[in-house]
């Protein structure tokens, strides 16, 4: 296939960043850090194959996997380059069928690891060849772990990609609450190996408790692998929170942004109206992605401030606001923030690391041809402990 280079060549934006204190003074987990920061279009050439269709991805040594939901295919670009160099092509009938992917976790070629919605992962290689489909997600767990979770059927909607545990071969399942208001776990391991899960140790934030909650847009999560363990963020809470595989426990932190808490800030019980949803959307700050570098050994968390009185039809606040980048060390030391440059041109949901630094897409409205991917580029050129 016949690679094409497109790299935007401009002239780069510079800033210069450091931490600073706006209401969040009393953090004593937050330490002085400069950043030397860059900041370039970079777009990525699909031959207009992938359109609009990307829906989740996961990057590995500057390789970009996308699954096109309209072609079944999980793409590979490499970002050297910024092209399509590979695709894998699954079916959607017949012995080998796949059908309503929610998500996916590439470990090599010969094992590609396919969620189908909430029933079913499914193992294929590389030539889309049916190598083993796990459906009993539920039947896995004992029933006193089991009554330990919610109630509800497991979830991969929790990241970009399927969270795997190499070193047990271990899938995580995610259970929410809905209307449930008891305390509970909410994500539990699923053993490839022996087709049993166990919970895990990990519960919602403390101002989610005791609440019934619209998880589909207003309380959204993000999670990044780490080489030990995984991070996560909820997006009405500050909290950043990471699980040790070793360890078995989570440890948090309470990075707050440099913008005032409003009065909306409290979370609302039960049903809510499109209007108060849209009113508690504009009112409050939105966490949206967490990211882990492992170039730099940072966290990056991908935030909006609160902006009040403003309405958008699709609730996507976060892309047509000024983003907040919070930066923390690998021991989860919230040691920075400093807001992107342009505002009402991304799309944090599409954005991932590279070896060169963060990328973010434009959102649809800045995606004006279909032979590109639009994004921006942001590295960190300087680290100043």
């Not at 204190?21 to 953090?27: E, L, N, P, Y």
């Not at 080998?96 to 010969?110: E, G, R, T």
């Not at 440099?258 to 009065?263: G, H, L, R």
Request: glycine share 4%; aromatic share 18%; net charge negative.
């Amino acid at each position: 296939m016949k690679q094409y280079k497109f790299f935007l060549k401009s002239k780069l934006v510079l800033f210069i960043i450091s931490s600073f204190c706006f209401g969040s003074c009393d953090d004593s987990a937050k330490k002085d850090v400069v950043f030397k920061t860059s900041i370039q279009p970079k777009y990525i050439d699909t031959g207009k194959s992938l359109g609009q269709f990307y829906f989740f991805n996961q990057v590995r040594n500057d390789s970009l996997f996308l699954f096109n939901v309209f072609n079944q295919s999980l793409e590979v670009v490499d970002l050297r380059v910024d092209s399509i160099i590979h695709s894998f092509k699954f079916e959607f009938n017949g012995l080998n069928a796949v059908n309503d992917i929610s998500s996916f976790y590439f470990h090599n070629k010969d094992s590609i690891f396919l969620a189908e919605e909430n029933s079913a992962i499914v193992l294929v290689n590389g030539k889309g060849e049916l190598k083993k489909r796990f459906t009993d997600l539920e039947g896995s767990l004992e029933s006193v772990e089991r009554a330990e979770l919610y109630d509800n059927q497991p979830s991969f909607r929790f990241s970009s990609q399927l969270i795997f545990n190499p070193s047990q071969d271990e899938l995580l399942l995610y259970f929410m609450s809905f209307d449930q208001t008891e305390k509970r776990k909410i994500f539990a391991s699923y053993s490839l190996n022996s087709g049993e899960s166990r919970s895990l140790p990990i519960y919602y934030p403390e101002i989610y408790q005791e609440r019934r909650l619209d998880l589909s847009k207003l309380f959204l999560t993000s999670a990044t692998m780490d080489s030990e363990g995984f991070a996560y963020i909820f997006s009405g809470s500050p909290m950043v929170y990471r699980y040790s595989y070793s360890e078995n426990k989570v440890t948090s932190v309470e990075a707050n942004p440099p913008w005032k808490k409003t009065v909306a800030d409290h979370i609302p019980f039960g049903e809510m109206s499109t209007e108060e949803k849209q009113a508690f959307m504009a009112d409050n700050p939105f966490y949206y992605k967490i990211y882990f570098d492992p170039y730099r050994n940072l966290y990056y968390r991908l935030s909006s401030p609160p902006r009040p009185n403003s309405y958008e039809d699709d609730f996507h606040y976060v892309n047509y606001n000024k983003i907040l980048v919070s930066v923390l060390d690998k021991d989860l030391r919230h040691i920075s923030d400093f807001f992107l440059p342009k505002e009402n041109i991304y799309n944090v949901g599409f954005s991932f690391i590279t070896s060169e630094g963060l990328w973010i897409s434009y959102n649809s409205k800045n995606q004006t041809d279909e032979q590109f991917i639009k994004g921006d580029l942001i590295t960190i050129e300087e680290f100043v402990p």
